[in-house]
């Protein structure tokens, strides 16, 4: 069983800039994508930024050239880089790891991380 740690959130103002770090317990080498959702109060979860196994990123249209995604093999841990913070990026974010198996795929989530984004 593999766990995730989120860690990087806080308080930041607007147009600052905050990075998110999620540390995995086991090797992020065999997950097919690894990725970073949020959840703002009263709106559903929705993703952020993803990266697969290749390499290939995804981005949410409101988040395009503000956030980068990334990953270091050998520490185990994905990266949410975030400049141009702006107030409605305030959620809590998490930390996914998906296993694409015949059966369907496996999600294994981070405990969430804060991000307020106020002057």
């Known amino acids: 069983q593999v766990q995730l740690v989120e860690s990087g959130g806080g308080l930041v103002q607007p147009g600052g800039s905050l990075r998110l770090s999620c540390a995995a317990s086991?090797?992020?080498?065999?997950?097919?994508?690894l990725g970073w959702y949020r959840q703002a109060p009263g709106k559903e979860r929705e993703l952020v930024a993803r990266?697969?196994?290749?390499?290939?990123?995804n981005y949410a249209d409101s988040v395009k050239g503000r956030f980068t995604i990334s990953r270091d093999h050998p520490k185990n841990t994905v990266y949410l880089q975030m400049n141009s913070l702006k107030p409605e990026d305030t959620a809590v974010y998490y930390c996914?790891?998906?296993?694409?198996?015949?059966?369907?795929?496996?999600?294994?989530w981070g405990q969430g991380t804060q991000v307020t984004v106020s002057s």
């Open positions: 996914n790891a998906r296993l694409e198996l015949r059966r369907g795929p496996y999600d294994y």
């Open positions: 086991g090797s992020i080498f065999s997950f097919n994508v």
């Open positions: 990266i697969t196994s290749g390499g290939s990123t």
